[in-house]
Nanobody, 128 residues
Framework: QVELVESGGGLVQAGNSLRVSCVASEGAINFYTMGWFRQAPGKEREFVAA????????HYADSVAGRFSISRDDGKKMVYLQMDSLKPEDTAVYYC?????????????????????WGQGTPVTVSS
């Protein structure tokens, strides 16, 4: 029942910042784990970041830890991914997703199978 729409992607130079956003145009995100994944050309979709139902816990892939930050605003039905110190290897289509429940189990939330709704993605290209 939820429809997610990402925005904010674009072309940026390495070292710069970008924030991508996700809005639940239909449905709700309250009480659900929310995540960001990305898919680079020729690669499978990989976990980037996740945030638990109340925003109290976050988890990041090692490749982005310290550079990316996920946040949520349930009142606006939005999830954000702030990306700093971008690298060319961050180039990918970024997807937001809603989890199955409020559970926040690390081994589960890093897997695509834990999510039941996905946006269409927003492309991010980082030039060198």
């Amino acid at each position: 029942q939820v429809e997610l729409v990402e925005s904010g992607g674009g072309l940026v130079q390495a070292g710069n910042s970008l924030r991508v956003s996700c809005v639940a145009s239909e449905g709700a995100i309250n009480f659900y784990t929310m995540g960001w994944f990305r898919q680079a050309p020729g690669k499978e979709r990989e976990f980037v970041a996740a945030i638990n139902w109340n925003g109290g816990s976050t988890h990041y892939a090692d490749s982005v830890a310290g550079r990316f930050s996920i946040s949520r605003d349930d009142g606006k039905k939005m999830v954000y991914l702030q990306m700093d110190s971008l690298k060319p290897e961050d180039t990918a289509v970024y997807y937001c997703a809603r989890g199955r429940s409020f559970d926040f189990i690390i081994a589960a939330i890093v897997q695509t199978s834990e999510y039941v709704a996905w946006g269409q993605g927003t492309p991010v290209t980082v030039s060198s």
